[in-house]
């Protein structure tokens, strides 16, 4: 059986993950930070940070394949320290990878590396990372990239867009969102004109999943091809708990690109990937749990 490591694995995306890997054979070990009990795969608690205890575990395991999802996303991130510390631990990562026989891995990227010249935007289209955070991931792609290349590894590059799920992280817009209604408040949203790619995370972690198993390498981006603006994702999930008049909804201008929808044709050609999750359905899971929660 193939062994694969998942870093990251209790995380957005992780949290779906390993059922479409086993799937398409592979034995699963998830590393994760918090408490965790699950029969579903092999789960390791450890800290990514922690160098000594990550390379005991890629030597213990010896996986031929990673995905590694970990990156500490705590509100701010966008401009955190941690992003260097994620840097390095992620640079370190391959090298345990590498020296325990490792054959494929996917490491994860941002839209926000994109300058959003051209709409949508490819592959290699021109890169403007500004953030801490997109500058960051675009240095760990670069240096990666070359690691991979000087070591015969089969690298892929997942460059992933807006993301929306079940326990997603709070500090996103989603859930941000739909707590503040579930809690009675006013939803305020400063740029309410922008348009952005949204993609169901377990569609992410499907694709994903169909990327390590196959000869797909390089920059891919994993997105929906299809943009909505912030303020009708506002209006659609309000309507659907009856309090569209806590929505404010203001346009303030703002140098972020009017529109960051990606060009998701390698998912399309190459994967045969097109099933994409309906985000009316999972509003409407998420939706229906609050109000199972409250009766």
Not at 12 to 41: M, N
């Amino acid at each position: 059986m193939k062994k694969i490591i998942v870093t990251g694995i209790t995380g957005a995306i992780g949290q779906y993950i390993s059922e479409p890997l086993k799937e398409l054979g592979f034995e699963v070990y998830g590393i994760g930070r918090r408490d965790f009990d699950t029969s579903d795969f092999n789960y390791i608690k450890a800290d990514i940070n922690n160098y000594f205890e990550i390379e005991n575990i890629f030597n213990k395991i010896q996986a031929k394949y990673l995905i590694h999802l970990a990156w500490d996303l705590s509100k701010g991130y966008f401009h955190s320290n941690a992003n260097f510390d994620m840097l390095t631990s992620s640079i370190n990562i391959l090298k345990y990878f590498k020296n325990n026989g490792g054959k494929k891995v996917i490491y994860i990227g941002t839209y926000a590396e994109y300058s959003f010249d051209n709409i949508p935007a490819k592959e290699y289209d021109k890169l403007n990372p500004t953030s801490v955070y997109a500058k960051c991931k675009n240095y760990l792609r670069e240096i990666s990239e070359l690691y991979c290349k000087n070591n015969n590894i089969d690298f892929c590059w997942a460059r992933i867009f807006n993301t929306y799920g079940e326990n997603d992280n709070n500090t996103r817009l989603f859930p941000y969102i739909i707590n503040t209604l579930k809690n009675n408040e006013k939803v305020s949203i400063n740029h309410s004109q922008l348009e952005k790619d949204y993609i169901y995370s377990g569609d992410v972690a499907k694709i994903l999943s169909l990327i390590i198993d196959s000869d797909t390498t390089g920059i891919i981006n994993i997105c929906s091809g299809k943009g909505i603006q912030l303020r009708n994702l506002a209006i659609m999930i309000a309507e659907k708990l009856g309090k569209v008049n806590l929505l404010e909804l203001k346009e303030i201008s703002t140098e972020e690109a009017l529109k960051t929808i990606g060009d998701n044709s390698r998912i399309v050609n190459e994967l045969k990937f097109s099933s994409y999750t309906d985000i009316n359905k999972i509003i409407e899971q998420i939706i229906l749990g609050i109000k199972n929660e409250k009766n």
